[in-house]
C-alpha cells in the first residue's frame, strides 16, 4: 500500500485549495465539491479533499473515500468525483495522525489505548478479506489498517449505539480500522471497489499538520 511520502505538502496543498476556495457555499452547482457542501454540513476540509481530488486528478478516475475524522464521517465517490453517499464511522480511540512502527504485526493484546491511531494520509486501497473471511477495504495492508462493516464488539463499547449517536464525541473507540454500518459497507463501499481499486483520504486530526 502507498500513503502520501510527505502528510505536511499533502494538508498544505489541501489548506491553499480551501483558501482560494473560499466557503463551500461559494462554490458552483457543476462544482464537484459543491456536492460535499450541500450534502455534508460541518467543516470545509472534506469539501476542499474532493474538489482538490476531482481537479487535480489524483484519483485517476478511480473511486475514492474521504474519512473526516473530526466530525467521524466518510465520504464515498464514484470515478468521476460525485458523492455517492456518506455515513457516520467509529475511528482510533487516541488521537493522532500517525501509527506507531510495527503495529501490522502486533497482537491486539498488546496494542495500547494511545496506540489505537487512525492514521491520516493518502492510500491505494482495494478490498479483501481478513482472517475471519469477511469482505473489507483494505486501506494500508502492511499497518493493518482497513475499512467494515462495524462488529459488535464488547457490550461495554456499545460500538452500535456508538455510530446511531448524534455526536462524533463518542465515535472514537476503534484500535484504528474505520467501522462503518453494515449496508453503508455492503451496498456502497464494497459495489464501489468491486471492480477496480481506488484511493482513501484520511484527513488529519490536528488541523494544523
Not at 41 to 68: K, L, N, Y
Not at 142 to 164: C, F, I, K, M, Q
Request: charged residues 15%; contains cysteine; glycine residues 10%.
Amino acid at each position: 500500500m502507498s500513503r502520501c511520502a510527505s502528510r505536511p505538502l499533502c494538508w498544505a496543498v489541501a489548506a491553499a485549495i480551501m483558501a482560494s476556495l473560499g466557503s463551500p457555499a461559494q462554490a458552483g452547482d457543476s462544482d464537484p465539491g459543491a456536492i460535499v457542501s450541500v450534502a455534508y454540513s460541518g467543516v470545509s476540509e472534506p469539501h476542499a479533499m474532493a474538489q482538490w481530488v476531482s481537479t487535480s486528478g489524483d484519483a485517476q478516475g478511480r473511486p475514492f473515500i474521504i474519512v473526516d475524522k473530526v466530525s467521524a464521517r466518510v465520504l464515498a465517490f464514484d470515478g468521476t468525483g460525485t458523492l455517492v453517499q456518506q455515513s457516520e464511522a467509529l475511528l482510533g480511540m487516541a488521537i493522532g495522525d500517525v501509527s506507531p512502527p510495527g503495529i501490522g504485526s502486533m497482537r491486539l493484546a498488546d496494542i495500547g489505548p494511545s496506540m489505537r491511531i487512525t492514521p491520516a494520509g493518502r492510500f491505494d486501497a482495494h478490498l479483501g478479506t481478513n482472517l475471519a473471511g469477511k469482505q473489507i477495504l483494505w486501506v494500508n495492508y502492511d499497518e493493518a489498517l482497513s475499512l467494515h462493516a462495524v462488529v459488535p464488539g464488547t457490550a461495554s463499547e456499545r460500538r452500535l449505539a456508538r455510530l446511531e449517536s448524534p455526536t462524533a464525541a463518542d465515535n472514537r473507540i476503534s484500535y484504528g480500522c474505520i467501522n462503518v454500518p453494515a449496508a453503508f459497507f455492503h451496498e456502497v463501499v464494497a459495489p464501489l471497489f468491486a471492480t477496480n481499486n481506488g484511493v482513501v483520504y484520511i484527513l488529519p486530526d490536528d488541523t494544523s499538520a
